[in-house]
């Protein structure tokens, strides 16, 4: 049969999609109360397992597009990356803010920490996202559309092709699990080829041949009558209800001694087949005899975003209600199955606001690239993916940062271990010795950027307006100092220093860290001049301006980007310089980089340590708002110049 698929979308497939996601909150919330030692509990999530992730398999068969086997490698690589990674990276990434604020499951992750994230992000990398758990179908659905890439265009002409195939696909990828075992956490089997869950996906692609061979047959593509839609129900419910608990192994995962598809842990090669296919079947006989209703649709169409933000309720809601209701509420079957279905029922309610939102400002980003947002106008392309990462990358230290500064990290102490509390800046105010630091770094800069930006400026108009003898021999000798390490400049500046008893005085450091600060505003303030006409002193002297009232009426308020950009120099020299700071400090008058230096002791407080960290880096950032747009300004005058 060669027709190709049709576009139009089914109605019953979206709401059998809704169910499917239904399941999906419902069985990870069970699960949690299985864990717990819960026996009603564990008979339900056998029974959900036997067969919802199958279910996902068979609708996406059914869905499927046969033209695309026709497409080159590289659009179904691109169409696999936008519909599908993309999702899961965005979504990957967007995760890993909450374990910042918020206690959660992570399966012996330590977060926040560097080594959680950098275990958590390996993990992630190699197959198991272990900070939104249930995105892994993303990548499971990838590895199936790529193995039905490579063989649907040998099996598309015969259904008996298809069917034949899906037989023998079922065998070696059952056996292929069950010898060999590939994906087993508790054997360390994290980080090894598991890419894409392809090995999972050999086993699975059977039941996509069983959707697209339902779509070919029309089967629940037009109305069925209820008197076939509900035995038919019925007689499927039965079936798995009288299978699923024969199903006892081989279990690959014995933790979860049921069929987890996570760990292609299937069971029985005959019962397993035979309960997931019709438990598909009742999912999708009830979905035929469902009344269409547009937010049970609508939810339908957005599987992968739902997917992904049950992860919030897997990690952070699930356990801890779990733990409450069996400490509160009758553990009968009933009552599980009422708690169960009321947090399912809020789960998605719940998830639809971010739903709306994630399609209204960033389509591109959830699985739909050709949709066009608030936020993303356009098509986007690989190319911004690298710098985001990159970007995202160096913003986690600082997120952390200022996550543990607000938090108790000494044990002994009023306040536990890891609770959230002001008491590291409260403690950074009422200490004398801290709060002196801080004044005395901003003295010092303040100091040094008012000595250095008057003489770097007149220095830097001679050697832009005038030539004299050894001029660019001179010029090259303040870059040459400005290279010099500040360490060789330490003795010779103490001695001199002491005998002028300038040892434990702002000044002091001020006119040290001018050493260093001069060379470099004259070589940015130089380039300046330089781009300004000469013309314009002329004219200036003979309107009347005095020598210094041209600098400061005419040639400074030209000169605000790269005086700016000066500043912006001598602020980053001086505001953590730490060699000149320790030497020239002895009792007082030590900066914020001395004082934080000196927390580090045999008994670290790591809040505190972090909120004086960050308070050292407020003063840098308010800077850079201010002249943000100077300095971008300084930076192209320099340019051009």
């Excluded at 034949?164 to 696909?169: E, K, R």
């Excluded at 066009?372 to 997120?399: C, Q, S």
């Excluded at 050894?470 to 100092?481: I, M, P, R, V």
């Amino acid at each position: 049969m060669n027709a190709d698929t049709t576009t139009a979308r089914f109605g019953v497939i979206d709401i059998a999609r809704f169910y499917a996601m239904a399941l999906v909150f419902y069985g990870h919330f069970i699960e949690e109360l299985m864990l717990l030692k819960n026996p009603v509990a564990a008979s339900q999530y056998k029974f959900i397992y036997s067969f919802h992730m199958v279910l996902f398999i068979v609708i996406a068969g059914y869905v499927a597009k046969e033209s695309r086997v026709e497409w080159s490698c590289k659009k179904i690589l691109k169409h696999q990356f936008f519909t599908r990674l993309l999702p899961f990276i965005f979504f990957t990434f967007l995760m890993l803010i909450p374990p910042i604020f918020i206690d959660g499951k992570f399966f012996g992750l330590v977060l926040p920490s560097f080594v959680g994230y950098s275990t958590g992000l390996i993990n992630t990398v190699f197959g198991l996202p272990s900070f939104c758990i249930p995105s892994w179908f993303l990548l499971l659905i990838v590895g199936v559309e790529l193995v039905h890439y490579c063989a649907f265009r040998f099996l598309k002409d015969s259904n008996a092709k298809i069917m034949t195939a899906a037989v023998v696909f079922y065998v070696v990828g059952y056996q292929l699990n069950l010898k060999l075992d590939l994906f087993n956490p508790l054997k360390g089997r994290i980080v090894g080829w598991n890419y894409l869950f392809i090995h999972e996906a050999i086993t699975l692609y059977p039941f996509y041949l069983l959707g697209i061979y339902l779509r070919r047959r029309r089967i629940f593509a037009n109305t069925v009558s209820i008197r076939i839609l509900l035995p038919g129900a019925v007689f499927a419910f039965l079936i798995v209800l009288f299978t699923y608990q024969l199903n006892t192994g081989p279990f690959n995962f014995h933790v979860y001694n049921y069929v987890v598809i996570l760990f292609s842990s299937h069971g029985h090669i005959l019962l397993f087949p035979l309960t997931a296919i019709a438990g598909c079947a009742l999912v999708l006989l009830i979905a035929g005899m469902t009344r269409t209703q547009k937010t049970i649709v609508w939810l339908g169409q957005n599987t992968f975003i739902l997917m992904c933000l049950n992860g919030i309720f897997y990690h952070y809601i699930n356990p801890p209600t779990a733990k409450w209701v069996l400490e509160n509420l009758p553990q009968s079957a009933l009552s599980i199955f009422g708690v169960g279905l009321i947090m399912t029922v809020a789960s998605l309610a719940l998830c639809m606001p971010f739903i709306f939102l994630f399609n209204k400002f960033v389509p591109q980003l959830v699985g739909k690239p050709k949709l066009e947002g608030l936020l993303l106008k356009n098509d986007i392309h690989f190319r911004w993916l690298p710098a985001t990462l990159y970007i995202i990358f160096l913003f986690l230290p600082l997120v952390s940062l200022v996550h543990l500064s607000f938090l108790s990290t000494l044990r002994g102490t009023s306040t536990p271990v890891g609770q959230f509390t002001l008491l590291n800046y409260i403690h950074v105010f009422q200490s004398p010795a801290l709060t002196a630091s801080i004044i005395n770094s901003v003295t010092y800069v303040t100091l040094n950027i008012l000595i250095t930006i008057p003489v770097a400026l007149l220095a830097a108009y001679a050697f832009s307006r005038f030539s004299f003898v050894g001029d660019k021999h001179l010029f090259f000798g303040f870059l040459t100092l400005r290279m010099t390490p500040p360490v060789v400049m330490v003795l010779p500046v103490f001695l001199i220093f002491s005998a002028l008893d300038l040892i434990n005085k702002p000044l002091a450091i001020a006119l040290a860290h001018c050493l260093f600060n001069v060379p470099i505003s004259i070589w940015v303030l130089e380039s300046f001049i330089s781009a300004i006409p000469k013309e314009l002193d002329e004219t200036a002297f003979i309107d009347g301006y005095s020598f210094f009232g041209f600098f400061i009426r005419v040639l400074i308020p030209l000169m605000a980007p790269g005086i700016a950009v000066a500043c912006f120099f001598c602020y980053m020299f001086s505001w953590v310089e730490v060699v000149f700071a320790r030497i020239l400090t002895v009792t007082a008058g030590k900066p914020i980089s001395m004082a934080i230096s000196a927390l580090f002791t045999f008994r670290t407080d790591i809040g505190l340590v972090m909120a004086m960290t960050v308070l050292s880096i407020i003063p840098g950032a308010l800077m850079i708002y201010f002249v943000r747009r100077h300095i971008a300004k300084g930076f192209i005058i320099k340019q051009v110049g």
